[in-house]
């Protein structure tokens, strides 16, 4: 269960990414898009704010951060999109982590690329299992199908 609303307070929705998303706008464009994180999440913020959700943003690199920001969603956030970034093929650590919390704080996995029509290693989420939705491919549209979800079942 999440956190109860409060008549006025509004939801609160954490953009969450891993490792090298910061590097979106520098790197493979062609696959990643020409948008910078802070452009996109400028953007996610003005669109999460339009549907009444407060937005909150994180993004590291390392796999224990990442990990404590997951557990301290179960108190400070009302839902979560993450973009797990390659720690989605392979981090049984970060799987567990949404797997203890989405009891409370429910989780929706996003992705900028369509991790289903590239190299092989990408077609598996170790995420997918412990979240309520995959969206991949759709770039940042990945992202407000997330929030949008996020809105509908909050
Ligand atoms: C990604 C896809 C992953 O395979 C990759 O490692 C990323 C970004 C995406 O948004 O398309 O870093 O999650």
Known sequence: MSRPLKIGDNMKILVLNGP?????????????????????NRILKAYGEGKGA??????????GDIIDVIHSSRNEYDGVVINAGAYTHYSYAIRDAIE?????????????????????????????????KQFSGYGIDSYKMGIDLLCEIL
């Open 20 to 40: 090298n998303l910061n590097m979106t706008g520098i790197r493979k464009k062609n696959v990643y898009g020409a948008q910078t994180l802070d452009e996109i």
């Open 100 to 132: 203890a919390v989405e009891e409370y704080t429910p989780f929706v996995e996003v992705h900028l690329s369509d991790i289903n029509a590239r190299e092989d290693f990408r077609k598996i989420s170790v995420i997918t299992d412990v979240c309520v």
């Open 54 to 63: 407060e937005m909150f943003f994180y993004q590291s690199n390392h796999e």
